[in-house]
C-alpha cells in the first residue's frame, strides 16, 4: 500500500539505482522507496535535480514544497496522465453556467458548516457548552440557498466559520492556546498557526488526491478560477477541514502533545517549529488511516480514502448528472 513520506530535515534527494536517496545533513542517509511511495512532502531545504524528477514522473509520485514557515508553496505534479478532455469540458461548463456553479458552491458550502456542526455537538455532548454557536449556525444554514451571488456566498461561508470558531476556546480550555480571531499570514498566536498549518497540509493532501482521479485541480467553483492555483483542492478541504483539521488540533492539545515550546516567533508572526511540524504530521496521518463504516459501500474506509470517494461523486455529479451530496460526519 502506498503512503506519503515526510522530510523535515535538510539535504539532496538524489535517485539512486532504481529508488529514491535521501543524504540528510548531520544525519544517516536514508532510502525511500518508490513503490510504497505515493507523494513526498518537502519542508527541509531539499534539493532535487532533473534526474530525480524525470524518475518522480515515471512512478508518478507527486513531491510537494513548504517554505520554513510550514506554507504551501508549490508542488511538482507529473505529468496528467489521468486527465480526460471529456471531464475538463465538463468541470469547465459548471463553471461557466452560473446556477451550476452556484449549485456546487452552495453543496461545499453546507457540507462545510454541517461537519462545523458535528464536531461541536461532539464537544457539547461531552460537557463543553457550545448551544449557543450550535444555534447560530443551524439557523443561518438555510441562508446559503438564498444567495445567488458566489462572493456573498464566500463572505457567508466566511462569517459562519467565525461563528464555529468562537467555540474553539471553550473546546481546548487552555489559555496558551487562546484563539481570540482568525489571523492567518502571519498567525499572531499559537493555535492560529496551528490552523493555518493544518489547513496547509489539508489542501495538498486533497490536491494528492485529485491527481489519482480525472479532476483538473485548477477548476474550483466555491474558489474562482484564476491564473494562479489550484482551486479545486481548496472547495473539497472545506467539507474536510472540521473533521480532519480542527479534531486533530483538538486531540493533540488536549492530550498536551503539542505544548508552548513548540512554537517560534519569526518577522510578527508565530509558527511551529519543525518538532511541532512533525507531532502535528504523525497525528495527521494516523487521523487519515483511521477507518469509518461507509454506508454506501458497507465496509469500513480510512479518510484519505474518502477524500478520493468524495472526489468520485464530484465526478459523477459533472458527468453523469447524478447529484452530489458532500460527506457529512455520522459520529
Not at 6 to 32: A, C, H, M, P, W
Not at 109 to 119: D, I
Not at 245 to 250: E, H, L, P
Not at 292 to 298: D, F, Q
Request: proline letters at 2%; one cysteine or more; charged letters at 30%.
Amino acid at each position: 500500500m502506498k503512503r506519503a513520506r515526510y522530510v523535515f530535515s535538510d539535504g539532496t534527494l538524489r535517485r539512486k539505482q532504481n529508488t529514491l536517496y535521501l543524504e540528510r545533513e548531520g544525519k544517516n542517509s536514508k532510502y525511500i522507496p518508490v513503490e510504497t511511495t505515493s507523494e513526498i512532502y518537502l519542508f527541509g531545504e531539499i534539493t532535487v535535480n532533473k534526474r530525480v524528477l524525470e524518475y518522480l514522473s515515471q512512478k508518478e509520485i507527486i513531491l510537494h514544497f513548504f517554505n520554513h514557515r510550514g506554507y504551501y508553496i508549490g508542488s511538482f505534479y507529473p505529468r496528467e496522465h489521468y486527465n480526460s478532455g471529456m471531464v475538463i469540458l465538463k468541470q469547465a461548463e459548471h463553471y461557466i453556467d452560473n446556477e451550476k456553479r452556484l449549485t456546487l458552491a452552495r453543496l461545499f458550502v453546507k457540507g462545510a458548516v454541517r461537519n462545523m456542526l458535528k464536531v461541536l455537538s461532539y464537544y457539547h455532548n461531552r460537557d463543553v457548552d457550545l448551544a449557543d454557536i450550535i444555534s447560530h449556525l443551524t439557523g443561518r444554514l438555510d441562508e446559503v440557498d438564498d444567495i445567488e451571488d458566489i462572493n456573498e456566498l464566500m463572505a457567508l461561508e466566511g462569517n459562519l466559520r467565525e461563528v464555529y470558531y468562537n467555540g474553539f476556546d471553550r473546546i481546548i480550555g487552555d489559555p496558551d492556546f487562546g484563539f481570540e480571531r482568525r489571523t492567518r499570514r502571519p498567525p499572531r498566536n499559537r493555535l492560529n498557526a496551528l490552523v493555518s498549518f493544518g489547513n496547509s497540509v489539508c489542501y495538498v493532501t486533497v490536491l494528492s488526491e485529485i491527481y489519482k482521479t480525472h479532476l483538473d485541480p485548477r477548476i474550483g467553483y466555491l474558489h474562482a478560477t484564476n491564473f494562479r492555483r489550484f482551486t479545486l483542492n481548496l472547495d473539497v478541504a472545506e467539507i474536510f477541514k472540521p473533521i480532519l483539521v480542527d479534531r486533530t488540533i483538538f486531540s493533540l492539545l488536549n492530550r498536551k502533545v503539542i505544548k508552548k515550546s513548540h512554537f517560534r516567533e519569526d518577522l510578527g508572526g508565530i509558527y511551529l517549529t519543525d518538532n511541532g511540524r512533525k507531532l502535528f504530521i504523525e497525528e495527521w496521518e494516523k487521523k487519515l488511516q483511521s477507518t469509518i463504516r461507509h454506508r454506501g459501500l458497507r465496509r469500513n474506509v480510512s479518510y484519505r480514502r474518502l477524500i478520493r470517494l468524495e472526489l468520485y461523486k464530484l465526478q459523477r455529479h459533472l458527468i453523469e448528472g447524478v447529484e452530489y451530496k458532500p460527506f457529512v460526519a455520522r459520529w
